[in-house]
Nanobody, 124 residues
C-alpha cells in the first residue's frame, strides 16, 4: 500500500511554470514506477509523464515533450513534475499514480494507487 498526496497546483498565466510534487507514504517508494496524469472538465484522463523506479527512464506524452520534466527523489519519497511554457488548454486536475509492477505503464488503468489530484489553471 502507498498513499499519495499532490501539491503545487495553482493559477498561472500562459507561458508560465509550475512544479508539482507528489509525496508518498507507506511501502517502499522506490519499488513503484510513477506516473502523472491530467483530466480536464468533460475530457478523459490522459497520460502526461512517467518515470521508472530508480528514475533512469522517463516517458512523456508528445504534447508535453520538451516542456515538462518528471523526476523523483527516492530519499524524500517524492516525485515531481516541472511544467514550463504552460498553455490554457492544459488546465486540468493533475494526479500522480503508483504502479506495483516493474515496467512503466502509460495507461491510467494499469496504475494501482492514486492521489487526490491538484488543480492547475492556466489563464490566457
Amino acid at each position: 500500500q502507498v498513499q499519495l498526496v499532490e501539491s503545487g497546483g495553482g493559477l498561472v498565466q500562459a507561458g508560465g511554470s509550475l512544479r508539482l510534487s507528489c509525496a508518498a507514504s507507506g511501502r517502499a517508494f522506490n519499488t513503484y514506477p510513477m506516473g502523472w496524469f491530467r483530466q480536464a472538465p468533460g475530457k478523459e484522463r490522459e497520460f502526461v509523464a512517467a518515470i521508472s523506479r530508480k528514475g533512469g527512464n522517463t516517458y512523456y506524452a508528445d504534447s508535453v515533450k520538451g516542456r515538462f520534466t518528471i523526476s523523483r527523489d527516492n530519499a524524500k519519497n517524492t516525485v515531481y513534475l516541472q511544467m514550463n511554457s504552460l498553455k490554457p488548454e492544459e488546465t486540468a486536475i493533475y494526479s500522480c499514480a503508483a504502479y506495483s509492477g516493474i515496467y512503466v505503464p502509460r495507461t491510467a488503468g494499469e496504475y494501482d494507487y492514486w492521489g487526490q489530484g491538484t488543480q492547475v489553471t492556466v489563464s490566457s
